[in-house]
């Protein structure tokens, strides 16, 4: 560091040492250099962060058996799932039992391969799939129960109305009908996905999900 003699100037001012030469500037180059280090390491955490949010968000859980609209994972309820798939399986609420005990199967679409949709009038039709207890809930698209004044979103092998032969129609749409209903909220642009858990299914089932009998989803009307 260079030095200048302490002199008193005019008003008795007092110039003091000068610093060395060039150390502001190495100075400010230091600072730039490392605001743009942190930048980097900002963008690559933001990146990083949405592409694993867009992977856990996606339709597919890896392992997909596919019955008519149904779809489960070989991986839900495994202990061989990957932390991706336990992250999705935690998004979607499955809140998933191992696969001797609870099989769950989602469909976002009807029998024809259309996307379920809240203004449109589906029938549910089927017999009791192999397991000592089952469920249909209906979802939204962020996941979680429509709300309806009926409180209404789900049936089970307990609680369901039966034809005569023991086989079981559940109308699921926006307005209200006779017997077996689940309210979808009747927006016409919203879409749904209706889950179907099997407990306590039979060995067959958990050995071979893909060969057992699961309710059609036929779409009669969308009157809005």
């Known amino acids: 560091m260079v030095y200048v003699p302490i002199r008193a100037g005019v008003g008795g001012q007092v110039r003091r040492s000068n610093p060395e030469p060039g150390r502001g500037s190495i100075r400010g180059k230091s600072l730039k250099l490392a605001l743009k280090l942190v930048a980097v390491v900002v963008v690559a955490l933001l990146v990083g962060a949405g592409s694993a949010l867009l992977f856990v968000r996606g339709s597919g859980l890896g392992g997909t058996v596919s019955v008519g609209p149904w779809q489960t994972s070989l991986a839900i309820g495994s202990s061989e799932a990957d932390p991706y798939t336990r992250a999705r399986v935690a998004i979607a609420g499955l809140l998933a039992l191992n696969r001797s005990e609870t099989i769950y199967f989602t469909a976002a679409q009807d029998d024809a391969g259309?996307?379920?949709?809240?203004?449109?009038?589906?029938?549910?039709?089927?017999?009791?799939?192999?397991?000592?207890?089952?469920s249909v809930t209906l979802y939204g698209a962020d996941h979680y129960l429509v709300a309806n004044d009926e409180n209404r979103y789900s049936y089970g092998g307990a609680t369901v109305a039966r034809e005569t032969d023991e086989s079981f129609v559940i109308t699921v749409g926006p307005q209200e009908t006779e017997g077996n209903w689940i309210p979808t909220g009747g927006q016409a642009d919203d879409t749904f996905s209706l889950t179907l858990r099997l407990y306590n299914p039979d060995p067959e089932a958990v050995s071979n999900p893909a060969g057992i009998a699961l309710p059609h989803i036929v779409k009669e009307a969308c009157p809005s």
Request: charged fraction near 25%; proline fraction near 10%.
């Open 114 to 134: 259309d996307a379920l949709r809240s203004g449109c009038i589906y029938k549910v039709a089927g017999t009791d799939p192999p397991a000592r207890w089952w």
